[in-house]
């Protein structure tokens, strides 16, 4: 499947430009038309690098997509006419071309999950297993809210996640800057001020320290800054990589401080999504290839692929999950006991909700701690060289007062 740019012109006589997946040209037209739009242009889409930004539609518009929708549904509306309505009042003009096209899909045959999985940046693996299980079983509006459900508490997540990272982050890179611009700026000030007050073979041992460091800062520069950018390219090249990002995803739930955190975030991100396909009447094996794919860490990726081969062997799910050693073992006896009493769906869920609460426990705790390491880290930085700076100007000012 391609990518297609097109031009076409509306009833209104409105010309729309988009981009659209297909198979040729002449689907591309066909779609169109379905749309009540007489095409003018369709090319191909140029391959070539382009910069990828993830979905066009926030996970906010995507929540209020799917309460309308199960609202529409639960109604008792057709299909086809709550897509008509939800694409023609929506502010995103991107969600509302992507929701027409699917209406057209589905006008020409297709089921509704089949429409969506045309538009994988928008509705991932997870939405399209629950939207086909909520046909398959009738029960579309429920479904649809439990995705509601889910995707709240997945954005919250992902905000927790950020807020366990992005805070050490910004305050290294304000530490970098501000260390730069101390040697490259305001200690050559200084030096070329005691140069005029006399040289600088007598300034005290410290002082010299900083200027030296300033020295090889500034005539080092071009090469710190190549291989600094260097630096930033391999670590994006070996993460592209398989085992780079094994190395990286690894340093993740290892690391001191940061490591314990993820681990909490992976279980709640795994447990929350495993119960909810469980509970929406999705086969265990098909929900553990799901939530592989959407475990955002390769090393619980290829834990929980284990445990589908070993399920296909006739296993239980918490013996192989104990043996991929990443989960805790509440977390593994939970679900054995959940297995037992033919409810995994509601431990599963029960288990998020204790683990999202722990995340938010864990990034408090985490940037309580980081927070006066960093402060403190930073002032004595600044305060060091402060010192080594003004050392000489105490002396300076203690000479002329004794003439």
């Excluded at 990518?3 to 297909?22: H, I, L, P, Q, S």
């Excluded at 997540?157 to 611009?181: D, E």
Aim: aromatic share 8%; charged share 20%.
């Amino acid at each position: 499947m391609a990518e297609w740019v097109w031009e076409a012109r509306a009833r209104t006589g409105e010309v729309r430009k988009g981009v659209m997946d297909a198979e040729d040209k002449e689907a591309v037209n066909q779609r169109l038309r379905a749309q009540n739009m007489n095409p003018l242009k369709v090319r191909k889409k140029l391959a070539g690098f382009k910069m990828q930004f993830g979905s066009p539609v926030k996970p906010q518009e995507l929540v209020v997509f799917i309460r309308q929708f199960a609202t529409m549904i639960d109604a008792g509306l057709p299909l086809v006419q709550c897509l008509e309505i939800l694409s023609s009042q929506g502010e995103n003009k991107e969600f509302n071309a992507i929701l027409k096209d699917i209406k057209a899909t589905v006008e020409q045959g297709a089921t509704f999950s089949d429409a969506l999985k045309r538009h994988p940046k928008v509705f991932d693996d997870l939405f399209v297993n629950l939207i086909a299980a909520g046909e398959m079983g009738g029960i579309l509006d429920t479904i649809l809210n439990r995705l509601g459900v889910y995707i709240e508490k997945r954005v919250k997540l992902a905000r927790q996640v950020r807020g366990a990272l992005v805070y050490p982050i910004a305050v290294f890179v304000i530490a970098i800057t501000v260390l730069g611009v101390l040697l490259t700026m305001v200690v050559p000030t200084f030096e070329k001020m005691f140069a005029d007050f006399g040289g600088t073979d007598k300034l005290p041992p410290l002082t010299k320290f900083v200027i030296g460091m300033s020295h090889s800062v500034v005539d080092q520069l071009p090469v710190i800054t190549v291989v600094g950018v260097a630096a930033f390219f391999g670590i994006s090249y070996s993460y592209s990589t398989k085992r780079g990002k094994w190395f990286w995803h690894w340093m993740a739930l290892h690391f001191p401080a940061i490591g314990p955190a993820m681990r909490k975030i992976a279980v709640a991100r795994f447990t929350r999504t495993m119960g909810t396909l469980l509970a929406s009447g999705v086969p265990i094996l098909d929900a553990l290839n799901v939530v592989s794919k959407t475990a955002g860490n390769v090393i619980i990726e290829t834990a929980l692929i284990n445990v589908a081969d070993k399920i296909t062997q006739g296993r239980t799910m918490a013996e192989p999950l104990a043996e991929t050693k990443v989960f805790p073992s509440m977390v593994v006896q939970m679900i054995g006991v959940g297995e037992q009493t033919g409810a995994l769906d509601v431990m599963l869920n029960k288990i998020a909700d204790f683990y999202e609460e722990e995340v938010d426990v864990a990034v408090s705790s985490l940037t309580a701690l980081m927070e006066p390491i960093m402060m403190v880290g930073i002032g004595g930085m600044v305060g060091f060289m402060l010192i080594a700076m003004y050392m000489p100007i105490f002396d300076i000012a203690g000479a002329v007062k004794a003439e």
